[in-house]
Nanobody, 118 residues
């Protein structure tokens, strides 16, 4: 099973930027579908971005044009560059490893807090 460790969260003012990183253990990283999800207090966890081994990406409408997901297979790391942050982006952000075809989750990271102040 892939183990995932996130980093890069923190406190930022509205309009600012943060980059999250997720490093995976295990040799299957290069073949996996990787995703970033977030969960705000009192809300369900939502998938905000995903990237396949081919580099193909998908984004939730709420972050499209502001967030960019990327991966470095040589470093077993996936990134989420977040620009033009809004207070409503405040959440715990989770990295996930997913089945390529169905998108179902194989592993979750522990999460990293992102707080955007107005």
């Amino acid at each position: 099973q892939v183990q995932l460790v996130e980093s890069g969260g923190g406190l930022v003012q509205a309009g600012g930027s943060l980059r999250l990183s997720c490093t995976a253990s295990g040799s299957i990283f290069s073949t996996a579908l990787m995703g970033w999800s977030r969960q705000a207090p009192g809300k369900q966890r939502e998938l905000v971005a995903s990237i396949a081994s081919s580099g193909s990406t998908n984004y939730a409408d709420s972050v499209k044009g502001r967030f960019t997901i990327s991966r470095d297979n040589a470093k077993n790391t996936v990134y989420l560059q977040m620009n033009s942050l809004k207070p409503e982006d405040t959440a715990v952000y989770y990295c996930s490893s997913r089945r390529l075809i169905t998108g179902s989750v194989l592993s979750w990271g522990q999460g990293t807090q992102v707080t955007v102040s107005s």
